[in-house]
């Protein structure tokens, strides 16, 4: 009987709403937490002296990498984000959770990055973790991390006057940070990205009372499906008693103001279940990028089955912090990438090399460049044309109504570029005149690989 059929849950399919998936609840999987639990509980910490801290009180999100509450510290006393991460079979030998004793977890890189230098900008703009700990429960091994309460930035429509300019500074200052300290990202997306709360512990020992009585009042709107197993012998407290939605933090925030004003936001990246040491390499990291951030080079990686092209890489983290800022400068919090793509691979890889330049000649052995055609109302006609004039690809970009655009336009096109070697080091844009706020960024002319007779690209193909 499978995992699925050996459970219910009256929330059909729960992942669309707001509810995880039971099938995550397996050897690896998800650690079963319900509202009111502590962590660590009795019995479960590899550390003995360790005693039940976090109160849980919501559900704030669920991903590949595991699951995250709300919780409330009763030593410190104050609010804070607990990261349930998924379990593994066994420990490493840093006693930490690790699948495999040769790959470092997301815990190993906080905290080796909490030991570095914080003299630069762009550190505080890494969250900040509070504790760590190690818990087994049925599914095996999992690290918990604690850290300060963020809001994504993939679901922040309840932010007002958001300032993505400002934004755009604080997001090449942390990623700059972390490439200088010998470590890429590999998920330079929104949903890497948040706004820390601080105002949560602002408190006064009256209004911590008020938050607790707010926070127990949405209990009465919050959505609760139980579980049940139907099969008799199914591994006993694997699952939760019952699932909850998302809560949605920022919504409750808003209602009472206390939201960071424009002004005072700061940026938090964080998920770094993907990141690696640059110089150890690597061939394949865990779960994946969404692919409109993916750069030319992965994705023909991809296609060739590796035989050309490169995996992810430092460079590739640049690539996707482009296409991250244009979706924060186009549309706010709601924008989409600068490769907004619905297209296959061989479509979306001739729009990313438009904009980044012409490509190596060895990547058309594993890309059908000849077959792709101009799409008219869905039909395809007559063959794309194949030159790269970046100029021209750039000037059919939409922009809206994006202040300072040229300044804008000249910061992406510094990232943007199929060769990745060629794209500017972040920490060299630091300074750069859409950063900064100062004028001074002159006409852009790279140079132009134009076939005679051709169209303009936004004459044959727009890519806004």
């Known amino acids: 009987m499978s995992r699925d059929s050996s459970i219910r849950c009256r929330c059909e399919p ?24 502590m962590l660590p509980k009795h019995g479960t ?37 607990v990261k349930v991460c998924n379990g593994t079979a066994e420990l490493a030998s840093d006693g930490t959770a690790s699948e495999c004793t040769s790959s470092e977890t997301e815990l190993a890189k906080l905290r080796q990055m909490a030991t570095v230098c914080n003299e630069h900008e762009g550190h505080k703009y890494i969250i900040e973790m509070y504790d760590t700990f190690t818990i087994h429960g049925p599914n095996g091994y999992h690290e918990c991390l604690v850290t300060v309460v963020i809001l994504p930035l993939s679901g922040l429509q309840w932010f007002p006057e958001f300032d993505a300019q400002r934004a755009a500074g604080q ?43 707010a926070i127990n ?20 407290g694997s699952v939760p008693a019952y699932l909850t939605e998302t809560f949605p933090l920022a919504k409750f925030l808003a209602y009472r103001g206390l939201l960071p004003s424009s002004q005072t936001f700061e940026i938090r990246i964080f998920d770094f279940g993907r990141a690696f040491w640059t110089d ?16 030319p080079e992965v994705q023909i990686h991809s296609m060739s089955h590796g035989k050309v092209g490169t995996p992810w890489s430092k ?11 244009t979706a924060l400068q186009i549309s706010g919090l709601n924008g989409q990438s600068l490769m907004n793509l619905d297209d296959w691979d061989d479509r979306r890889l001739f729009k990313c090399c438009q904009l980044g330049g012409e490509p190596p000649q060895e990547w058309l052995k594993y890309w059908d460049l000849e077959g792709l055609r101009v799409t008219t109302q869905g039909v395809d006609k007559d063959p794309l044309p194949h030159y790269w004039n970046r100029d021209e690809a750039w000037e059919s970009l939409k922009f809206g109504d994006v202040q300072n655009r040229d300044a804008l336009v000249d910061l992406l096109r510094a990232m943007v570029r199929t060769e990745p070697k060629e794209r500017t080091p972040l920490h060299s844009l630091l300074d750069h005149p859409y950063i900064t706020g100062l ?25 806004g």
């Open 280 to 295: 150890q390499g690597v061939d394949e990291l865990p779960g994946c990028c969404h692919f409109d951030y993916e750069p």
């Open 14 to 37: 729960p992942e669309e709403q707001g509810f995880e998936s039971l099938a995550a609840y397996t050897r690896g999987g998800f650690h079963p937490i319900i509202i009111g639990d």
């Open 439 to 463: 004028s001074g960024v002159g006409d852009l002319h790279d140079g132009q690989i134009k076939a005679s007779g051709c169209k303009g690209v936004a004459d044959v193909y727009q890519l």
């Open 315 to 325: 460079e590739a983290d640049i690539w996707a912090v482009a296409c991250l800022l």
């Open 171 to 213: 997001i090449l200052a942390g990623f700059a940070y972390l490439h200088q300290q010998g470590l890429a990202h590999g998920d330079p997306t929104k949903h890497s990205l948040g706004v820390a709360v601080p105002p949560l512990n602002q408190l006064t020992d009256e209004e911590v009372e008020e938050r607790f009585d």
């Open 45 to 81: 910490c590899l550390d003995l002296t360790k005693e039940p801290r976090y109160r849980i009180y919501q559900k704030l999100g669920f991903g590949a990498f595991g699951m995250v509450w709300l919780a409330w510290d009763m030593l410190v006393e104050r609010w804070v984000a």
């Open 217 to 236: 009042e949405t209990f009465e709107d919050t959505r609760w499906r139980p579980v049940m197993a139907v099969d008799t012998d199914y591994p006993e």
